[in-house]
């Protein structure tokens, strides 16, 4: 990979990475993240522990396509400053699989699939 | 087709986030290829309205 730009952040503030997240600081040439969630939203706080598995619901095992590149592209990068600066970045939350990643990367691919499910009280009939 | 890209002077001074989920990727740097997939599935049966009761799988 060549003509690539460097990467210069003078100062990073992060408060969490959680849920498998990363952050990378360096080049990197694949990169692969995947996460998967199923979300339940209650009407009241009330925890029952495992509930269900991931493999009685197609969305997480569903093959999702990736469109082909078919068209021949001629890629030509002109690198008049060859430096990426950044003075400063203040991140709250990394979550769920995914990448802060400073420096430059030839492939990359990230996968996200949730269920989600909202369970309501059940309310008098008018 | 031919894609001819200037990359000039890029300089930022502040970048604050709240927050980067569900396999997002914030990068400062250059890539070749980026492929990123997304499914949110929130079918009509997982409104449920009724007690409580833990999630029963189906089949």
Redesign the interface.
């Known amino acids: 990979?060549d003509g690539?730009?460097n990467?210069v952040?003078q100062e990073i503030s992060i408060n969490d990475v959680v849920f498998g997240?990363n952050v990378r600081i360096g080049?990197t040439t694949h990169i692969k993240?995947?996460?998967r969630?199923f979300a339940?939203q209650?009407e009241?706080e009330?925890y029952?522990g495992f509930?269900?598995?991931f493999d009685?619901?197609p969305?997480f095992s569903?093959v999702?396509p990736?469109p082909p590149i078919t068209?021949?592209?001629?890629?030509?990068?002109?690198?008049?400053?060859p430096v990426?600066?950044?003075?400063?970045?203040?991140?709250?939350?990394?979550?769920?699989?995914?990448?802060?990643?400073?420096?430059?990367?030839?492939?990359?691919?990230?996968?996200?699939?949730?269920?989600?499910?909202?369970?309501?009280?059940?309310?008098p009939e008018v | 087709?031919?894609?001819?890209?200037?990359?000039?002077?890029?300089?930022?001074?502040?970048?604050?986030?709240?927050?980067?989920?569900?396999?997002?990727?914030?990068?400062?740097?250059?890539?070749?290829?980026?492929?990123?997939?997304?499914?949110?599935?929130?079918p009509a049966e997982?409104?449920?309205?009724?007690?409580?009761v833990?999630?029963?799988?189906?089949?």
Not at chain 1, 75 to 81: E, K, T, V
Not at chain 1, 90 to 99: A, D, K, P, V
């Open positions: 990979m690539v730009r990467s952040v997240s080049d993240a995947y996460s969630a339940v209650r009241e009330l029952f509930e269900v598995s009685d619901f969305i569903e999702i990736l068209v021949n592209i001629q890629f030509h990068r002109y690198n008049l400053d990426i600066r950044v003075d400063h970045i203040n991140i709250i939350g990394i979550s769920s699989s995914s990448i802060f990643h400073v420096g430059s990367i030839k492939d990359a691919y990230l996968e996200s699939r949730v269920h989600h499910v909202r369970q309501l009280k059940s309310r | 087709m031919e894609l001819n890209v200037i990359n000039r002077e890029l300089h930022v001074e502040n970048i604050e986030i709240i927050g980067i989920a569900s396999s997002a990727l914030f990068m400062i740097g250059d890539a070749e290829t980026i492929q990123q997939a997304s499914t949110f599935d929130t997982s409104l449920i309205i009724g007690p409580f833990p999630f029963v799988p189906r089949g």
